[in-house]
């Protein structure tokens, strides 16, 4: 079976290949950049022409520095909404073929104290009507939606806050190599743990490894799961203070962590609209503090 996946070097794409060729069941295939410029639309038609896959994975675009998506709209566009454009447009050419695009969770989250759901686009769209990244990631979920509504086989993946580790590469998302870059330099300075104010050491956030979203995306090519927008239940949830504790555990280290407050975050909605897809977890909290450690 043949697997095309754009954005394969990117911190979701590497965990995401790796899962796929540790199966042993795939031919796969990860065009970078200099082969194929995905925000031309025939450029794109042209290199999926000439493989004829069975199953595209879109991972590719600008998913760590949302600041400079929030101030650079043109580049955002071309980064994140031309390219998952073009390939949406391109792969309703491949009806027999499976179409699947990395989603976000974060665009589900809990809006002023009401759950938002596949059914409820036009909220995320009221609720961050600058905010470029959600809007995007919307987008592509509504065509999703739509187009697995009129029989394509297309699925929008809704994953969290993903987390990469390699010796060689750098941790993803960027919050969490904050708390470990915080951690040991107040441990080799002998000083106060601190980060930055809107960091809430009690808040509980929902959490994969990118090695989990390609068991996912696996898990989704073998099923018989309708198409559409497809959630990971039972995420692993984790706090800012568990993480760190982790990590300390894992030095033989002991330090009290002060942080105001007591929020936690609602967690990611499941919806009763979509289906829902469960793995084995190859990761949780206390390996991937272990991990982070070794960069």
């Not at 600058?130 to 995007?136: D, E, H, M, S, V």
């Not at 090695?211 to 692993?236: E, R, T």
Request: hydrophobic content about 35%; some cysteine.
């Amino acid at each position: 079976m043949k697997v095309i996946v754009f954005g394969s070097s990117g911190k979701v794409g590497r965990g995401l290949v790796r899962a796929l060729r540790d199966s042993k069941e795939y031919d796969i295939f990860t065009p970078k950049r200099g082969e194929i410029d995905l925000r031309n639309v025939k450029d794109t038609s042209y290199y999926v022409n000439k493989v004829l896959p069975n199953v595209v994975i879109n991972a590719a675009g600008t998913t760590t520095d949302k600041d400079s998506i929030e101030t650079n709209l043109t580049e955002s566009q071309k980064s994140n909404a031309i390219i998952s454009h073009n390939l949406f447009i391109v792969m309703k050419q491949f009806h027999s073929s499976i179409y699947i695009e990395i989603g976000s969770a974060s665009i589900y989250q809990n809006f002023e104290k009401q759950n938002v759901s596949e059914l409820d686009f036009n909220k995320i769209f009221c609720y961050y009507p600058k905010f470029i990244y959600a809007r995007n990631k919307a987008q592509q979920s509504i065509r999703i939606f739509k187009a697995a509504n009129d029989g394509e086989k297309m699925y929008n993946l809704i994953v969290p806050n993903v987390v990469y580790t390699d010796k060689s590469a750098e941790t993803y998302p960027g919050l969490f190599n904050r708390v470990s870059s915080s951690v040991l330099e107040s441990i080799r300075t002998k000083s106060t743990f601190s980060l930055d104010p809107w960091i809430n050491g009690n808040m509980v956030r929902q959490f994969i490894h990118s090695y989990d979203v390609g068991k996912s995306c696996a898990k989704i090519i073998k099923s018989k799961l309708k198409p559409g927008i497809v959630h990971i239940p039972n995420l692993p949830k984790m706090s800012i203070n568990q993480f760190v504790q982790d990590h300390l555990h894992s030095l033989d280290q002991q330090i009290n962590l002060q942080l105001a407050g007591n929020f936690n975050q609602t967690p990611f909605l499941v919806s009763t609209h979509s289906e829902v897809i469960d793995i084995d977890f190859s990761y949780n909290s206390k390996n991937i503090a272990k991990e982070l450690l070794v960069q």
